[in-house]
Protein backbone atom coordinates (compact mmCIF):
# COMPACT_ATOMS: atom_id res chain seq x y z
CA UNK A 1 0.00 0.00 0.00
CA UNK A 2 1.32 3.74 -0.84
CA UNK A 3 0.68 6.27 1.43
CA UNK A 4 0.04 10.37 1.13
CA UNK A 5 -0.02 12.33 4.02
CA UNK A 6 -1.52 15.98 3.35
CA UNK A 7 -2.79 19.21 5.67
CA UNK A 8 0.16 20.14 7.12
CA UNK A 9 0.75 23.79 7.56
CA UNK A 10 1.15 26.92 10.13
CA UNK A 11 -1.23 27.46 12.57
CA UNK A 12 -1.43 29.18 15.80
CA UNK A 13 -0.90 27.71 19.34
CA UNK A 14 -4.91 27.13 19.83
CA UNK A 15 -5.92 26.40 16.73
CA UNK A 16 -7.07 23.24 14.55
CA UNK A 17 -5.85 21.22 11.64
CA UNK A 18 -7.07 18.11 9.99
CA UNK A 19 -4.55 16.03 8.49
CA UNK A 20 -5.15 13.37 5.96
CA UNK A 21 -3.66 10.08 4.97
CA UNK A 22 -4.97 8.69 1.48
CA UNK A 23 -3.94 5.18 0.64
CA UNK A 24 -3.82 3.25 -2.66
CA UNK A 25 -4.65 -0.12 -3.40
CA UNK A 26 -8.14 -1.72 -2.21
CA UNK A 27 -7.33 -3.80 0.75
CA UNK A 28 -6.97 -0.23 2.72
CA UNK A 29 -9.72 -1.85 5.39
CA UNK A 30 -7.40 -4.69 6.16
CA UNK A 31 -4.53 -2.74 7.50
CA UNK A 32 -4.09 -0.88 11.11
CA UNK A 33 -3.39 2.73 10.40
CA UNK A 34 -0.92 5.21 12.87
CA UNK A 35 0.29 8.37 13.47
CA UNK A 36 3.85 9.62 14.29
CA UNK A 37 5.91 12.72 14.34
CA UNK A 38 9.30 13.76 14.80
CA UNK A 39 10.27 16.69 15.96
CA UNK A 40 13.64 18.43 14.91
CA UNK A 41 16.28 16.70 17.24
CA UNK A 42 13.97 14.18 18.98
CA UNK A 43 13.21 10.60 18.03
CA UNK A 44 10.16 9.51 15.79
CA UNK A 45 6.80 9.39 18.29
CA UNK A 46 3.69 7.69 18.20
CA UNK A 47 0.59 9.81 17.96
CA UNK A 48 -2.62 8.06 17.62
CA UNK A 49 -3.53 4.54 15.50
CA UNK A 50 -6.52 3.15 14.73
CA UNK A 51 -7.94 -0.62 13.89
CA UNK A 52 -9.48 -1.66 10.82
CA UNK A 53 -12.98 -0.55 11.24
CA UNK A 54 -12.50 2.17 13.21
CA UNK A 55 -13.87 0.77 16.50
CA UNK A 56 -10.96 1.15 18.24
CA UNK A 57 -8.30 3.80 18.47
CA UNK A 58 -5.13 4.32 20.97
CA UNK A 59 -3.42 7.65 21.72
CA UNK A 60 -0.09 9.14 23.16
CA UNK A 61 -0.92 10.60 26.44
CA UNK A 62 0.76 13.85 25.07
CA UNK A 63 -2.29 14.52 22.66
CA UNK A 64 -5.05 12.82 24.23
CA UNK A 65 -8.12 15.09 24.47
CA UNK A 66 -6.72 16.97 21.59
CA UNK A 67 -6.11 14.87 18.62
CA UNK A 68 -8.72 12.10 17.08
CA UNK A 69 -7.89 9.54 14.57
CA UNK A 70 -10.91 8.34 12.29
CA UNK A 71 -10.80 6.52 9.23
CA UNK A 72 -13.15 6.33 6.03
CA UNK A 73 -12.34 3.15 4.51
CA UNK A 74 -14.39 3.99 1.19
CA UNK A 75 -12.11 6.74 0.48
CA UNK A 76 -9.12 5.07 1.47
CA UNK A 77 -8.03 7.15 3.93
CA UNK A 78 -6.96 8.33 7.45
CA UNK A 79 -7.59 11.27 9.16
CA UNK A 80 -5.84 13.01 12.10
CA UNK A 81 -7.78 16.24 13.52
CA UNK A 82 -5.71 18.22 15.83
CA UNK A 83 -7.42 20.91 18.16
CA UNK A 84 -5.64 23.11 20.58
CA UNK A 85 -2.74 22.69 19.17
CA UNK A 86 0.82 23.68 21.12
CA UNK A 87 4.10 24.53 19.98
CA UNK A 88 5.41 21.65 21.43
CA UNK A 89 2.99 19.74 18.85
CA UNK A 90 5.55 21.20 15.98
CA UNK A 91 7.22 18.07 13.87
CA UNK A 92 6.87 16.45 10.57
CA UNK A 93 3.57 13.90 10.80
CA UNK A 94 3.71 10.70 9.10
CA UNK A 95 0.82 7.72 8.29
CA UNK A 96 1.82 4.26 8.58
CA UNK A 97 -0.04 0.92 8.10
CA UNK A 98 0.60 -2.59 9.54
CA UNK A 99 -1.60 -5.41 8.72
CA UNK A 100 -1.46 -6.51 12.48
CA UNK A 101 -4.09 -5.44 15.28
CA UNK A 102 -2.69 -5.35 18.30
CA UNK A 103 -3.48 -2.41 20.95
CA UNK A 104 -0.76 -2.91 22.97
CA UNK A 105 2.19 -2.60 20.04
CA UNK A 106 0.25 0.02 18.18
CA UNK A 107 2.55 2.35 19.44
CA UNK A 108 5.76 0.64 18.07
CA UNK A 109 6.82 2.13 14.96
CA UNK A 110 8.97 -0.91 13.70
CA UNK A 111 6.35 -2.96 13.29
CA UNK A 112 4.34 -0.30 10.56
CA UNK A 113 5.63 -1.96 6.97
CA UNK A 114 4.73 0.64 5.00
CA UNK A 115 4.61 4.82 5.31
CA UNK A 116 3.98 7.75 3.80
CA UNK A 117 6.04 10.73 3.34
CA UNK A 118 5.29 13.33 6.20
CA UNK A 119 3.98 16.68 6.29
CA UNK A 120 5.51 19.58 8.22
CA UNK A 121 2.70 20.90 11.33
CA UNK A 122 4.31 24.04 12.71
CA UNK A 123 2.64 25.65 15.89
CA UNK A 124 3.39 29.40 16.69
CA UNK A 125 2.67 30.53 20.05
Known amino acids: VQLQASGGGLVQAGGSLRLSCAAS????????MGWFRQAPGKEREFVGG????????LYADSVKGRFTVSRDNAKNTVYLEMNNLKPEDTAVYYC???????????????????WGQGTQVTVSS
Open 25 to 32: GRTFGSYV
Open 96 to 114: AARREYNIATMGRGVLYAY
Open 50 to 57: ISWSGGST
